[in-house]
């Protein structure tokens, strides 16, 4: 399976995860390990960035190696959003962000235009910005073209579990990018991530999939292998629909049959 590289760095998996509301931290490391993931998300606004005080996920991540992405989870404007990626810079010394500017507490939809502002403002502060947004093709250009190093288009609503529910509108966006396309949200269980990956997608991120599973680590194996198997299945090239059968064994040098042979 081919590597995905964003910003000139390259992982060997294509799964991204979520380190939030898994039962407990030791659920979360070995869920995180069946996963084979390289890339953790950590929402800075509920992580603790003091190191040394009370239990804190971010040492567990960082013991076990983990490339760590933080995010701006529960910001709802441009500035809370960009004052939260500054404080993730200097607490975990990474430039990298994955950027939501959310627009309500009921859907968990993107507030566009705030998006947009934060994301070209980070840029220009010289973050590499990965942001999630709706599955619309339009504003997933704009913030290709301004410089973001990937897009983040939902599958679902954040938390639903829904599947891939505009399959068109992700393989439009993917058809028109440059840069690595990531479904983030709406992965409810294998089969999900396998299409998302059968689409074209580069990768999948997620994290209620696997933290509310009835059991987090076999599920965490589950979408490592489907997203293993989806990626496989799009570099292998599916044989083209036919709205009509076709005979599977060859059609030449088939045996003469008569009626007196019976």
Not at 61 to 83: R, V
Not at 140 to 156: I, Q, Y
Request: hydrophobic fraction near 40%; charge should be negative.
């Amino acid at each position: 399976m081919s590597s995905l590289v964003i910003a000139d760095r390259k992982f060997d998996s294509r799964l991204i995860v979520g380190s939030a509301r898994f039962p407990d931290p030791e659920t979360m490391r070995e869920a995180l390990q069946a996963s084979g993931t390289e890339m953790v998300t950590v929402a800075l606004r509920r992580a603790n960035l003091n190191k040394g005080q009370g239990e804190n996920i971010l040492e567990y991540l960082e013991e076990d190696g983990y490339f760590l992405l933080p995010n701006t989870a529960g910001c709802y404007t441009a500035k809370e959003a960009i004052t939260t990626a500054k404080l993730g810079r200097e607490a975990l010394g990474t430039n990298w962000v994955k950027l939501e500017v959310i627009g309500d507490d009921e859907t968990l939809f993107p507030d566009v235009p705030e998006l947009l502002k934060a994301a070209e403002q980070l840029i220009l502060d010289d973050f590499v910005v990965l942001p999630y947004v709706n599955d619309d093709p339009i504003t997933c250009r704009k913030l290709a073209d301004m410089g973001c190093a990937a897009v983040m288009p939902l599958g679902a609503p954040i938390g639903s579990g829904m599947g891939i529910r505009n399959p068109y509108n992700l393989r439009i966006i993917k058809e028109q990018m440059d840069v690595p396309v990531i479904v983030d949200a709406g992965v409810g269980t294998a089969s999900d991530a396998a299409i998302a990956m059968e689409l074209g997608m580069d990768g999948v991120l997620m994290n209620s999939a696997i933290s509310q599973a009835k059991h987090p680590v076999k599920m965490a194996g589950a979408m490592k292998k489907s997203i293993e198997a989806g990626r496989m299945a799009l570099e292998a090239g599916r044989m083209p629909k036919r709205l009509y059968a076709k005979a599977s064994s060859p059609e030449e040098g088939l045996l003469e049959v008569s009626e007196n042979d019976e």
